[in-house]
């Protein structure tokens, strides 16, 4: 097996064991501690509070590190995170806390993973080929999206909720094994230390005086404040407003998968039929078009919105990521990458807990569709974001006449 596939299974391995874990954790919350919905909240927030707490210096860590022990000793610390619960149980002292921590843990980890891994792909896959294997991954994490939580809730009825999480552990020491046996890259270090604040802001300043990355950025962190108000709004809308049954409406939240799927298939074919600055700017106008979709009508015609809607929705924003990503992989100076990967994830996800929780203020006295109706008002931002900047003037981002890694530098 070649070095790219191996890496990919790897990745594989533990998207599919998040996902089973991903149901299994917050069922052991509330079959087996019977937790609050405060206690659920607290849970559910651990998962995201990772990266606006070590989102930016995940990038000068990784950096420091080597590349394949980084991914395989996060891999370990989550396989050893999630394997405390099943313990805790048996020896009859696991409690909600508990929970909270191991889902810090995990998301503190999958951080450092994250980053460590996208800037290993680069070290192994050739430029030409970067596109397509991104598009591959995103693909492949959308299908283990859309199976992870029916084999999980599978498992979950046949074993319990705790020993299903055994599942999610087995899948990080698959992935360790995996990446343990691929050559070790020390990625680009600094020929001198530098302290890590100054590491950050030299990430930083790269990224944000950048004519191409820091306008996808913004538009980027656009998109993940919509993305976290339909976390919050779409089981709202669903159930309260167009009266869904439980099986429809998990149907109907599957159509995100499907959707990011679509878009993965045809991340290339669309980006070389329009190139990929101005297919980013046409797509992002599909994208708010198809936000307004979402909530229009009622019966069936609603149904039949939302599908469209969330389908297009999903699907351009995958074209956008896989894009995007590509560009940042390609165009960073090697000794940056780390940093730049990580000061646009940090950015723009810190906007995913930040949508949902506008989205929850205003559904409360406006009603969910309302609500779905001004953000995708704020959809419109992410086209406009690249419309008003270099990126407008371009076919593609990266064009061989311009030296991209000296036009941030100033």
Known sequence: MSVFWRWWAAGTSSDLGSAVGGVALPLTALAVLDA??????????????AWLAIGLPAGVIVQRLPLRGTQVGADLVRALAVTSIPVAWWLGVLSVTQLVVVALTLSFAH???????????????????????????????????LAGPSLGGLAVQVLGAVPTLLIDAASYLVSAALLRTLPPRRGHRPD???????????????????PMMGPAMWSATALKFV????????PLY???????????????????????LIGAAL????????????GLIILGFVEAAAAFVIPLGTGWVAYLGFTAGVLIFAGTVCVFSVTTRTYRQIASPPELLSRVMATVRFVSWGAIPVGGLVAGALAGPLGARTTLLIVAVAALAAP????????????????????EREAAVG
């Open 267 to 278: 991340t290339t074919r669309a980006t070389n039929a329009l190139g990929t600055a101005r």
């Open 36 to 49: 609050t919905p405060f206690e659920m909240g607290l849970i559910a927030a651990a998962g995201y509070v």
């Open 227 to 234: 993305c976290g108000a339909h976390l919050t709004l779409f």
């Open 238 to 260: 669903l159930v309260r407003e167009l009266h869904a049954p439980p099986g429809v409406v998990g149907l109907l939240l599957a159509v995100d998968g499907l959707g990011t």
């Open 192 to 210: 001198q230390p530098a302290a890590m604040g100054a590491m950050i802001r030299e990430g930083w300043a790269y990224v944000t005086r950048h």
């Open 111 to 145: 951080v450092i993973f994250f980053v460590a891994n996208t800037t290993f792909l680069p070290e192994i896959v050739s430029r030409d080929q970067l596109q397509s294997r991104n598009s591959l991954t995103s693909g492949t994490h959308a299908t283990t999206q």
């Open 384 to 403: 406009l974001a690249l419309l008003f900047s270099p990126v407008r003037g371009r076919r593609d981002l990266l064009e061989p006449t311009t030296p």
